[in-house]
């Protein structure tokens, strides 16, 4: 049984992050088979990166390494329209409806008095990551729209001043993770926001309904959107970016930084790097811009055929299609899609940050919490073979590059396996069969000496009979797989 290519990534990975336009050259989602965002270069402020030892560098990372599954939260006034404006439905991402549609700053700030989310529930939320097997959670602070999700003395337009809500979600989260031990991170819009002046816009080509209004080179189509970049950047975004590091308590523990334009000089990013060197347990992704390569890639609904190696790195995708809430969009991904995504990302050494978008009521569509619950359930029985482990020490498991066929970037096709993947332990080789081999499981070489092997799922832990092959080995397996999606066999070794 093949899992379906609509688990990895929806008809072409455009549908879900948009196409692109306006400056090609500024990659600025990390979209499969883009161009890598441009890093490297001098950095007029050294950051955390550039100084740091790779002992400090272990340090700091571990627990982000450890943990490799988390939430990724879009959460905001998009809600509300969840996809539909005037009546009408608007194509592409939820979170870019503004854009999308070309609504007016004035028409879209008119959303905020119509914001109450009384049924959010910090200590639901938190509770759903954690029955998932979670361990740390991004949530959008501030979004491409402008709107902060927290009490902001920075800019009025935000939940606290601006909505009848008049509380603090971002507080509420960052205690509730405090007394549930998850970790909470803020992903923060730094570059493009449409309702400041002079906040950056990109475009997604043909997903607007009203392209033809986005003019070059701001891409703006309101007026009241146009001003300096370097001020909107003095004025909002580094004040609340201060705030966003400095009002939380212990986190946020990732800053996760979106859509880096070519706005963001090396000047002007080392100004927030600056600000991030104060922070110095810190994690922030690979998107800031001006040069800065961060701590992590963050790969948008993909996978990479091999992962990264030597970069910590971040698969991060959505439930259905879409990061905001949209109402019409129920195309989710089944809980076994998911949960093969989560092995096969474990397997290649990365995390995966997984996406729910909250309604504006603040409740999280039954649809994701039904798939979060059956993913915490495997993950109860299964997480040793997962957490802490490191990737594969085979790696013609997951697939191979066509000799034959070329991808949209004219390299050769990645054409994925899924029979099985492997993570490992220092004293365990841990294979997630996919596809159930049968009562025999083979391997035809084996880089350690196997001293026993069992199911995971079998608390009595039975030894299976190993028999050598060369530098290979057959394991004797039950005629029928105890779990579908994935049955672990753990094999020891010394
Ligand atoms: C893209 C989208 C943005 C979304 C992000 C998630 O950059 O523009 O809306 O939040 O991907 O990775």
């Not at 809600?79 to 409806?97: D, F, M, S």
């Not at 482990?389 to 990645?414: H, I, M, R, Y």
């Not at 490992?424 to 841990?430: C, F, N, S």
């Not at 880089?447 to 026993?452: I, Q």
Request: some cysteine.
């Amino acid at each position: 049984m093949k899992v379906s290519r609509r688990g990895v990534f929806q008809g072409g990975v455009l549908a879900a992050s948009g196409a692109v336009m306006g400056d090609p050259l500024q990659a600025w989602a990390q979209l499969e088979g883009s161009p890598r965002i441009q890093t490297g270069g001098a950095h007029p402020v050294r950051s955390i990166q550039d100084t740091e030892t790779p002992a400090q560098n272990n340090e700091r990372m571990k627990w982000f390494r450890e943990a490799r599954f988390g939430m990724f939260i879009h959460w905001g006034l998009y809600a509300i329209p969840a996809g539909r404006w005037n009546g009408q439905l608007v194509p592409g991402i939820g979170e870019w409806i503004m854009n999308a549609a070309s609504i007016p700053v004035a028409e879209y700030k008119a959303l905020a008095p119509k914001f109450n989310p009384t049924r959010f529930s910090a200590a639901q939320i938190v509770g759903l990551a954690k029955s998932a097997g979670m361990k740390y959670i991004v949530i959008t602070s501030k979004h491409h729209d402008g709107f902060a999700m927290f009490d902001s003395k920075a800019d009025p337009f935000n939940i606290v001043q601006a909505t009848p809500f008049k509380r603090d979600p971002l507080k509420e989260l960052a205690d509730e993770c405090g007394n549930q031990g998850i970790k909470l991170g803020f992903y923060y819009s730094q570059d493009q926001d449409w309702t400041a002046p002079g906040g950056a816009a990109l475009t997604h080509g043909l997903q607007t309904l009203k392209i033809e209004e986005h003019k070059p080179p701001t891409y703006h189509w309101d007026r009241a959107q146009d001003g300096s970049f370097p001020e909107y950047l003095h004025k909002k975004a580094i004040p609340q970016i201060r705030e966003i590091l400095a009002n939380f308590g212990e986190f946020p523990a990732i800053l996760w930084f979106d859509t880096p334009t070519k706005d963001m000089t090396p000047e002007l990013a080392g100004e927030i790097v600056a600000i991030l060197n104060e922070h110095p347990k810190l994690i922030w992704n690979n998107r800031l811009g001006g040069s800065y390569s961060g701590d992590t890639e963050t790969p948008e609904q993909y996978i990479p055929p091999r992962g990264f190696p030597g970069r910590d790195w971040e698969s991060c995708m959505t439930m259905n299609d879409t990061w905001g809430y949209k109402q019409d969009d129920t195309n989710f991904k089944s809980t076994e899609t998911l949960l093969r995504n989560l092995i096969d990302i474990a397997s290649k050494g990365g995390n995966y940050l997984l996406n729910i978008g909250p309604m504006a009521t603040g409740e999280v569509p039954s649809p994701e919490v039904e798939r979060l619950q059956e993913m915490g359930k495997w993950l109860a029985v299964n997480g040793e073979a997962i957490y802490a482990t490191q990737p594969t020490l085979f790696g013609g498991e997951a697939g191979a590059f066509s000799t034959v066929e070329k991808d949209k970037s004219g390299n050769p096709k990645f054409v994925p396996s899924w029979k099985w993947r492997s993570t490992t332990a220092p004293d365990k080789i841990y294979i997630h069969l996919f596809e159930w081999p049968g009562t025999m499981f083979h391997l035809d070489k084996i880089p350690r000496t196997v001293t026993g092997a069992h199911l995971l799922a079998d608390k009595a832990k039975t030894p299976l009979k190993i028999t050598k092959q060369g530098a290979g080995l057959d394991v004797e397996l039950p005629a029928q797989a105890p779990d579908q999606i994935a049955t672990v066999l753990v094999m020891t070794t010394g």
